[in-house]
């Protein structure tokens, strides 16, 4: 029997029902049939005449895939049952020997095997040596036939013809037990924990260890009872002499000081959403930002008085309020006044809603956008994080990042809520490496955030100063950015201790508060070239989804876009809800909350750790933080 090869032209349209494209392929068979007299070495001379594979000596090859469907009628017992009248006949690495001599004519074939007399069929892959290796051909038989399960089982949505085929399958049984490990640490923390705000939490502190050091500052300190009374004079000021009121959007532009503790923890017990303006910023920006949360008060002290233009400072809409001049002025009373109950309650009287802080992102457009976080999305992230005991109550902070960068929050509002530590720098004391590595030393501290740019920095000074022993005293290290590599935390583990000291590499955009996948370092991952170091797994009240463009889940090492829901998913950008609704994401078939389209791609491997890829758009990441060219453009 002679058989002719046609060649099929063929776009996949994977919004089609299975039977749609069914009858599609049908028709196009059927309109090739008036063709299939002429034979496919013909239709490759034809080709070849065209092009100059005839001067050049090569061959052409059309086609790399085909496939065969033949009826046969004999014996064969190795089925695979899937249910009622369907069977598969199980392939095994006999067929493969049976056919290991030949050359294979394509990359890739496929010839399914109809047995009349058992009922099954048979799917034989031949392929080429040069293209495919036995186990990745192993795997796509596997696929194959979890594919045809999904499709002809009475229990699949496709028999019904009205499920696209984009939605089809092909994930293993392994895959899809990885994919429900990633999550399986998810932990609904209890409803009335979450309820308790970030300012209610520090004042547990304050009241049950009182006497204990809460922020210092180079050779300035002050207790937790100490800093609790400064925040509610400063509260209730704000309060009854500038009439703030509960919800608003309050700005604060403070240089690294005690002060900022205070102003930002304030800002909170007058129920109000704190946003951090960088003094380094040009004014015309720090205006912009000012002008885009349409705040009436912005918070400052001596160091950045006079930042503001005076055509920003005499605006009648906005009060500038200098955060020393009010603790000095209350210092110099001889009698402090007590605060009373009624005003504690007005302090304290604050609804679920209110969003904690504001902070800008470089946004898509080229505009920042002002990403709203609520209480409860940041108490659960300190709660996920406390539960692997990567940080609590005895340990001393080092507060390192900038306000502009979102980890600046952890630091200071989750150092209190733990009832830990803080220790604030001077300003630019972060640029400082000999200055840096003497307070880390000094105060021993225990938990610090380094990005990549910082911790080459700080070891290239160690080296050339020959102290090794600044950075013992570490208990935790967070790290995460896109330039994190093996180099560079070999150069760190080298200056820690590494019997004491755990790595951390955190991953989380702002929108989902802080961090929401970690994974603690090891000398395995630095010792694998061949892949980035893993942003690891979901943080308990994370659950993170690797989706392909068609919101689908996608199969082992393949790469999809992130998508991150639970408790930490923001409220949205503010007054942007245009923006909002593009990245906040129903995804009914996995969970009933809303997830945050990150714009991040990543892969799981095999080990069903997360690993990233890279942005599906054009933004980029430098020292941590986000920026969007078109806002530099």
Do not use: W
């Not at 493969?96 to 890739?108: E, G, I, M, P």
């Amino acid at each position: 029997m002679f058989v002719n090869l046609l060649p099929y032209r063929f776009t996949l349209d994977p919004t089609l029902s299975f039977s749609n494209l069914l009858h599609q392929i049908q028709q196009l068979c059927l309109s090739i049939l008036d063709y299939s007299y002429l034979p496919y070495q013909e239709i490759i001379d034809l080709h070849r005449h065209e092009g100059k594979e005839q001067s050049s000596g090569l061959s052409l090859q059309l086609i790399q895939t085909t496939f065969q469907f033949q009826s046969t009628a004999s014996k064969n017992s190795r089925r695979i049952h899937l249910e009622d009248n369907i069977n598969l006949d199980q392939l095994t690495n006999d067929d493969y020997l049976a056919t290991s001599k030949s050359v294979s004519k394509f990359d890739l074939s496929l010839t399914m095997d109809h047995n009349i007399t058992d009922r099954t069929i048979r799917c034989i892959f031949e392929y080429s040596t040069d293209v495919f290796k036995m186990p990745t051909i192993q795997t796509i038989c596997d696929r194959f036939q979890a594919l045809l399960a999904n499709l002809f089982s009475s229990t699949s949505p496709f028999g019904t013809g009205r499920q696209s085929v984009y939605e089809l399958s092909i994930m293993l049984p392994s895959e899809i037990q990885l994919m429900k490990e990633l999550n399986d640490g998810h932990v609904d923390f209890d409803h009335q924990e979450q309820m308790k705000f970030i300012h209610h939490k520090f004042i547990q502190r304050a009241v049950i260890n009182p006497q204990k050091v809460g922020v210092l500052l180079d050779e300035q300190s002050v207790t937790y009872g100490e800093l609790l009374y400064l925040v509610q004079t400063l509260s209730f000021h704000l309060i009854d002499k500038c009439n703030i009121k509960q919800g608003e959007i309050v700005c604060q532009c403070v240089d690294r000081s005690i002060e900022m503790v205070i102003g930002m923890l304030s800002i909170l017990t007058c129920g109000c959403s704190y946003c951090p303006l960088s003094p380094n910023d040009p004014v015309n920006r720090l205006c912009s930002l000012i002008d885009e949360t349409k705040t009436h008060f912005v918070l400052m002290h001596s160091l950045t008085q006079n930042k503001f233009d005076k055509t920003v400072t005499t605006n009648d809409h906005i009060s500038f309020v200098n955060i020393e001049q009010i603790m000095i002025s209350d210092s110099d009373n001889c009698e402090k006044p007590k605060i009373s109950d009624k005003e504690l309650n007005l302090l304290s009287n604050v609804q679920a809603t209110i969003i904690a802080y504001v902070i800008f992102t470089s946004g898509s457009t080229g505009i920042p956008k002002a990403v709203q976080i609520r209480h409860r999305n940041f108490v659960s992230c300190i709660q996920s994080l406390a539960q692997l005991n990567i940080v609590n109550s005895k340990d001393t902070f080092v507060q390192v990042t900038p306000c502009t960068f979102d980890m600046h929050v952890e630091e200071m509002f989750g150092s209190m809520m733990l009832g830990s530590s803080l220790v604030m720098l001077r300003p630019n004391g972060n640029l400082d490496m000999t200055y840096l590595s003497h307070i880390i030393q000094e105060k021993q501290g225990t938990v610090i955030i380094l990005l990549s740019s910082l911790i080459m920095l700080l070891c290239e000074y160690l080296q050339e100063s020959n102290n090794k022993d600044c950075l013992k005293s570490l208990r935790t290290v967070f790290t995460g950015d896109e330039s994190t590599n093996s180099k560079t935390v070999l150069k760190l583990m080298s200056n820690v201790s590494q019997q004491q000291c755990s790595i951390y590499n955190l991953y989380g955009p702002a929108e989902c508060t802080l961090v929401s996948t970690c994974h603690r370092i090891t000398l395995k991952d630095l010792n694998d070239k061949t892949e980035s170091i893993p942003i690891g797994r979901s943080l308990s009240n994370y659950e993170c989804y690797i989706l392909d463009e068609y919101l689908q889940p996608v199969y082992g090492n393949q790469i999809g876009e992130l998508y991150i829901g639970g408790s930490g998913v923001f409220a949205g950008y503010y007054n942007r809800s245009d923006l909002t609704e593009r990245v906040l994401i129903d995804l009914p078939k996995l969970t009933n909350k809303k997830c945050y389209k990150t714009g991040d791609l990543v892969k799981m491997d095999s080990n069903g750790l997360l690993r990233f890829v890279g942005r599906a758009d054009y933004q980029i990441k430098l020292r941590g933080q986000r920026i969007e060219t078109g806002e530099i453009e």
